[in-house]
């Protein structure tokens, strides 16, 4: 790592950096909070690293999802303590299902900025600067609101901030103790046929808890039935903000992005001569790559050359995110080539990207029946090829939207404007992400690798 430099990224093109006005206010903010305390910890990153190493043995499974950006509006306990609920639910039904530890990464406490297919959204023959997450500018559309503003930059520091402090105190605080599986199905969801399966399900962890309080097991003689481990994650996208987040590791003298303790790069900045890629190459964060329907056996290899040369079981995840009718053209040649060189690499579905469509009344939308049919393509592709299917990426939220369509409470096209609240992408609500856990958990129960 001899040539990595905190800043050799700039000497590579960055794709995707907004247009800051004031190049000068910039600098000031990002070195502020180069100042500010890191958000976490080298020590929690090399904790999930070491989780991540035994999802690349077949020893566990990744669960990562939330919003596609969060929002300053949208930035109440109720509605962090919502999503992490229903990620606590669905890794208790996958662990359930798959009797393997389930490793939950939020995308959230920092996932504020967004690369976009456009520099600019026109409506009604107006034309203006897209949206790029509240860290950049504000989804409002008219001229001022779209400016980018980098004071942006340090209120998404403080919401990530505050947000992980919720989290951690929700995760080692009692709330996300097993005795409490029932507490986390909310009341939309406690009457629909996956609300009312999840329950069963909690009645019987309940009762090996019972059976385990019997025998003298209990939470406080047995911590890890009291806590659970939570970690964070985000698009590694304004390489500015990651850098001022980048700190010096002073027992090992190593650099971590202590932005987030998982980061990845998007299926637009992934260029293996890019400056994101030159950027993460020198962190030693747990990273991870979108892989979209176009990537190359060859990209794909330069990239595991650069972000993973000690070939470290546990540093790389490969996000395929291929769509339901282009996953069964485009994976296999994939996984095969990159199975055979020896490359240690999860391979985790996004079953969400590659399946957006724009629905008749305009919103954009994912129906779960293709999330649900890439998700099983890639399981049983990953079992052909003999390789676990290491782990799934969702962009979902606790609450009740209709943003998909589809799923155990039969959303409809008509129906997307009656609770349509993302800022970016269409989510996941509460009920169709059980959905959705209750399918991989199945799914991955037939898997056998050798
Ligand atoms: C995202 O995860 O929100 C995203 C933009 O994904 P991708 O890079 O795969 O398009
Ligand atoms: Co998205």
Known sequence: MSDWQIHSWKQFPALQQP???DSQALTETCNTLSR????VFAGEVRALKAHLAKVAKGEAFLLQGGDCAESFNDFTANSIRDKLKVLLQMAVILTHGISKPVIKVGRIAGQFAKPRSSPFETQNGVSLPSFRGESVNDPAFTEEARQPDPSRLERAYFQSASTLNLLRAFTHGGFAHLSRVHTWNQ???ANSPQGQRYAHMADEITKSLDFMQAIGLNAMNSPVLNEVEYFTSHEALLLEYETALTRQDSLTGDY????????????RTRQPDGAHVEFLRGVKNPLGVKIGPKASVDELIRLCDKLNPLN????????GRFGHDQIARAFPALLRAIRSEGREIIWSCDPMHGNTYTAPTGLKTRALDHILKELQQFIA?????NVWPGGVH????????TECVGGSHDIREEQLTERYETTCDPRLNAAQS???????AEALRGVQIR
Request: net charge negative; hydrophobic share 45%.
């Open 381 to 385: 592709i990953m079992q052909s090829e």
């Open 256 to 267: 971590y992005d202590c932005s987030a303790h998982m980061i990845w790069i998007g299926e």
């Open 19 to 21: 247009d800051w006005p």
């Open 187 to 189: 009341d939309f969801v």
């Open 394 to 401: 969702f962009e979902l939220t606790g609450d009740n939207v």
């Open 36 to 39: 500010y305390p890191p958000l």
């Open 312 to 319: 470290e079981p546990g540093r790389l995840t490969f996000i």
């Open 434 to 440: 059980l959905d959705v856990a209750f399918l991989v």
